[in-house]
C-alpha cells in the first residue's frame, strides 16, 4: 500500500483538512504527516495504512497510476 506525498496533499485538501486534523485523526504526529508530505520519508507501512484508512474513512478515494494518467485523489459523493 503507498501513498504518494501529492496524494496525501490533495486529500487533505479536498477535506480542508489540516496537517493538525490528519495527525488527530490518525493518531500520528503532525511531524511524520508533515515528512511525508515533503518527500522527507515513507513512514513505516503501518502508518501508511492509519493514512489512508483515515481519508478514505472521510471520503476519499485513491486513483491508480495508469499508462496515461498519474496517481489522484477524488472526493466520494
Do not use: Y
Not at 4 to 17: D, I, M
Not at 39 to 48: C, E, F, V, Y
Request: aromatic share 2%; proline share 6%; glycine share 6%.
Amino acid at each position: 500500500m503507498s501513498l504518494k506525498p501529492e496524494q496525501c496533499r490533495a486529500a487533505r485538501a479536498l477535506l480542508n483538512w489540516s496537517q493538525p486534523d490528519l495527525a488527530e485523526a490518525t493518531g500520528l504526529t503532525r511531524e511524520t504527516i508533515a515528512n511525508l508530505e515533503r518527500g522527507a520519508h515513507t513512514p513505516q507501512p503501518k502508518n501508511l495504512v492509519a493514512l489512508r484508512e483515515a481519508l478514505e474513512a472521510a471520503g476519499i478515494e485513491f486513483l491508480p497510476e495508469t499508462k496515461t494518467k498519474g496517481v489522484g485523489v477524488r472526493l466520494r459523493k
